[in-house]
């Protein structure tokens, strides 16, 4: 992690580290914190407590998104005294609907010029966001709002697993995933589990992400904490819960990031430090039914 | 039996949905309600989560509408662009349960600030689906506690156009969806009136005077000819949110 993040992502870089609600990959983001990474346009969907937690340490000059809160709990605080008080730094914010989001991705993994949507009518959003532009349809009388493509320079995904060459496997909400991989121009994988090339190539409708487009591999277990991956471990709720009056206070947050970010010299002693914890997280098993992919010989 | 004002809101919201097909979910509080509904009159009830599930059984309340217990069990689970342009934007979905931090008289709700845009007095998260969900669905329900700075006359900043200025103006647009149908409230339900589309109150929860309503609404609010009194919570919808939904008491306190 630690020479992926020193090599692939630099200061000023635009980055996509992406993941809805499941597989949003703190380790990562807790990386680019210790690396101490500046001016950084971040972009997400959802910016929850990973973005909370840079935009607190200062890496973040800009935030383009759709939905900045704390999922299920409320606000995201330091998000809110950046953009309400300029604090730790002012933060410029490019926002957009989830759809827009998601179209903006979709156009840059295309390589499309824009990305139309049905949506935007009578809200506020595309004055507060000149980018949301309307245009006629060159077919018929309508109207309809598009968005520009999102191409970041760098797109950091969590998946359950990948082989060494990058290919990758995700499942249960896959998000944007695979649209913010296509878009970016270098891409970091950090999976839950390695596996041998033959585990993929066995079960191939699973794989969002070759690794065509694949720059780095790294395996970082619990590297999603306290959100969750899929059938590894579940949400950690309780935490997100916790970070609402963690984050209340600057001091608090900063005596935090102290402990769990700057303390630790990596995910593996953040996941001993947070052992007990994390194996309440251990789900049941729910196990689909093999498929038969067929065996087809000349 | 005892009940507090949270659990007679959800119970009612629930009720709300009788007749729907396929239901949008929304963060917060509607969550409780939908899955609410699904436990007890509607268990077709399709629930349709912006994170990427259709036909959602989520064996637990989830607390993020991104829990993994919305894909264990569901119909489908998708990448969030299939779930956007092919149920949403392709028209599959009857209604979207949406909550609100600000809802003005005609239905347009705002999760984005509270003040100016460029210098918010408060910022909340902003749109996620909303503004889309608010075009797309066939019709939407919104579930907001009552309060003056919750139901302005007109909101800071429009995320999710509702009625717009009220009349025709949403079918001048042309917006897809009907728009806001129902608010259901800690102390009230309102509904828009069919001409000017203002919201007006329909029905009062048990033991809730006028100027209570009054007092908590920032602007003139109209009261129906027959104003109604909302049926309290049953046993079952009582026991589902106690025991079954939320045992931590996080929404019907």
């Not at chain 2, 436990?39 to 829990?67: C, M, Q, T």
């Not at chain 2, 001048?172 to 828009?192: K, M, Q, S, Y």
Request: aromatic content about 8%.
């Amino acid at each position: 992690m630690h020479a992926a993040i020193r090599d692939l992502v630099r200061d000023g870089d635009t980055v996509a580290l992406e993941g809805f609600t499941q597989l949003i990959c703190f380790a990562a983001a807790h990386e680019i914190i210790r690396q101490r990474k500046r001016d950084l346009t971040l972009c997400r969907l959802t910016p929850d407590l990973a973005y909370d937690q840079m935009i607190a340490a200062g890496v973040c000059k800009k935030l383009v998104f759709s939905y900045a809160g704390n999922p299920g709990v409320g606000s995201l605080q330091a998000f809110r005294r950046a953009v309400e008080k300029n604090e730790p730094r002012a933060l410029e914010l490019e926002e957009y609907s989830h759809f827009g989001m998601v179209g903006r991705y979709i156009a840059g993994a295309a390589r499309l010029p824009f990305y139309p949507v049905n949506s935007y009518v009578g809200s506020d959003l595309p004055r507060a966001n000149p980018r949301i532009r309307q245009i006629q349809s060159p077919y018929g009388d309508e109207k309809i709002y598009v968005v520009p493509p999102l191409n970041p320079d760098v797109a950091i995904l969590h998946a359950q697993r990948a082989d060494k060459n990058g290919n990758t496997q995700i499942w249960g909400l896959t998000g944007v995933q695979k649209e913010a991989a296509f878009a970016s121009q270098r891409v970091i994988v950090v999976v839950e589990e390695l596996v041998d090339e033959s585990v993929i190539r066995a079960d191939p409708n699973r794989t969002l992400i070759p690794d065509l487009i694949v720059d780095a591999v790294v395996v970082e277990p619990f590297g999603a904490h306290p959100s969750y991956a899929q059938g590894y471990y579940d949400r950690d709720n309780a935490f997100y819960v916790e970070w609402d009056t963690i984050a209340r206070e600057a001091a608090t947050l900063d005596a935090w990031l102290d402990e769990w970010v700057y303390g630790v010299e990596n995910r593996a002693a953040y996941a001993a430090k947070m052992r007990a914890r994390l194996e309440k997280l251990k789900p049941g098993d729910a196990f689909a039914e093999p498929i038969n992919y067929g065996e087809y010989k000349a | 039996m005892n009940y507090s004002q949270n659990e007679l809101m959800i119970a009612a919201a629930a009720r709300e949905l009788h007749g729907a097909r396929v239901a949008f979910v929304g963060v917060g509080l509607p969550n409780i309600v939908c899955n609410l509904a699904q436990r007890s009159h509607a268990p077709n009830l399709e629930l349709v989560y912006e994170a990427g599930v259709f036909g959602a059984k989520p064996a637990r309340l989830p607390l993020s509408i991104g829990d993994p217990t919305i894909v264990t069990g569901a119909a489908s689970v998708m990448g969030m662009p299939d779930l956007f342009q092919y149920y949403l934007q392709r028209g599959l979905i009857d209604v979207g349960f949406l909550g609100a931090a600000q809802i003005d008289k005609f239905g347009n709700i705002n999760t984005t600030v509270i003040g100016d845009y460029k210098k918010p007095k408060v910022r909340l998260p902003g749109s996620g689906g909303a503004a889309e969900i608010a075009v797309l669905c066939g019709k939407i329900l919104v579930i907001t506690r009552l309060g003056k700075r919750a139901f302005p006359e007109r909101v800071d900043f429009i995320t999710s156009p509702g009625h717009l200025d009220g009349g025709d103006a949403r079918k001048n647009l042309n917006v897809r969806g009907r728009g806001p149908e129902a608010v259901i409230t800690d102390l009230c339900i309102l509904r828009f009136a069919e001409d000017t589309r203002e919201m007006t109150v329909t029905s009062l929860h048990p033991n809730v005077t006028r100027d209570a309503v009054q007092a908590n609404i920032g602007w003139a609010v109209r009261f129906a000819d027959q104003v109604e009194t909302t049926a309290p919570p049953n046993a079952e919808e009582l026991r589902l949110i106690r025991e079954e939904l939320d045992p931590q008491r996080l929404y019907s306190r």
